[in-house]
């Protein structure tokens, strides 16, 4: 599914740029590590906290990297979709710079998301539940109240943005003395995932993404060669529903990405549970799912979607690589989670969660 024609390519060089640019004007967020986590591992997880990132997630460094352009272009207004994140980031980046925001939402969003992008300054506009709802939707606003499209993938801007996150994570790792080996991505429409792959150009750190099972376009666009659209499984991670990867996430992360693991609803909510009972930390399914696909990468513990590795990679097809690395740094991508939800991950089972939580595409 074409979201852009002929996306330019970022670089390293771009994500350096955005950083230095963001500096200051974004939290920079805490590494944090919890021996319970590592000894479970079986190796050092170091973990970037993006969930106490201005609006709750790293999407606020690439929309304020897209909007600021924008803004000094002259434009006025924005339009932006996403299940959330993105549409939250989009609000708050405008409203800093004095712009109008119109986002997009599914109907079935995260009351949480829709709340926290009003109260923002955004106007919100609901239209169905898949992610080409949503793009018609926000081109035909767009086109009628001319302003330009903020898209949450398939933007040089927002995949640079995103990838500050995992450069910062990468530089304050070495300034530790505990490089990584490899660095783990929640993937949803591709654009953190493919930052990290820019961010770990020209290093030996190996970047995976991770993926709910049955909501895995990456791992079955690295397969086909393309990108190619699922239909996106109920899943507790609402924010990794996007239906396909972006093209321009694709094209960057096809020769960059070492693999995809995915990860089942029951190894989210354990992860989610490790964060928040073991670190005290809160964040939403999505960005649990990161220490999720760490853990199974580590341990190679059983889990249904395996580890999909691409052409070349070590250890074959499926399966963890116990042992490997020795440090694995984490992207946790946000905490806009619903307050029921929290109570019900924390103390029970997940089986009918993903019926009534996170089913926007």
Known sequence: MSRSHAPALPDRARVEEAAGWLSGRVVRTPVLNCPAIDRLAGARILLKAENLQTGGSYKMRGAMLAVSRLAAAGHTGVVAQSTGNHAVAVALAARRHGLAATVVLPVDAAPVKVARARAAGARVVLAGTTVEERLAAARQLAAADGYPLVDAYDHPDVVAGQGSASLELIEEAERAGTPLDALVVPVGGGGGVAGACLAAAGTPIEVYGVEPVGCDSLARSLAAGRPTPVVPAPTIADGLRPGCVGDLPF??????????????????????????????????????????????????????????????????SEGGVPGRYRTVGVVLTGGNVEADLVARLATGPVADLARTEGVAA
Do not use: C, N, Y
């Not at 490790?274 to 220490?291: H, I, N, R, T, Y």
């Open 251 to 316: 094209a960057v992360a096809r020769d960059a990405v070492r693999g995809v693991v995915r990860v089942d609803d029951d190894a989210i909510a354990e992860a989610f549970r490790l964060l928040l009972l073991e670190l005290k930390v809160l964040v939403e399914p999505s960005g649990a799912a990161g220490l999720a696909g760490a853990l199974r990468l580590l341990t190679g513990s059983d889990d249904p979607g395996g580890v999909l590795r691409v052409a070349g990679g070590p250890g074959g």
